[in-house]
């Protein structure tokens, strides 16, 4: 299982970590001008510390 390295918490069951579903997020370089960000092209699954908040992983 997953380890916060952020507040030093083990984690022995997936129950002990928060999931959630977040608009996927993608940066589109362009030729004439600065970097462009779109959100909501997809979904992707967060997994959180529910100690802390840290990102545990992201698929």
Known sequence: M???ENCDKH???VAEV????VDEMAVE???DGPPQ???GTGKRD???CKGC???LGVR
Do not use: L, Y
């Not at 928060?18 to 579903?21: G, Y």
């Open 37 to 39: 960000i779109r959100i």
């Open 11 to 13: 984690f022995d069951t």
């Open 2 to 4: 997953p380890h916060c």
């Open 29 to 31: 370089e362009t030729a």
């Open 46 to 48: 967060v997994w959180r």
């Open 53 to 55: 908040g840290s990102v």
């Open 18 to 21: 928060e999931h959630e579903e």
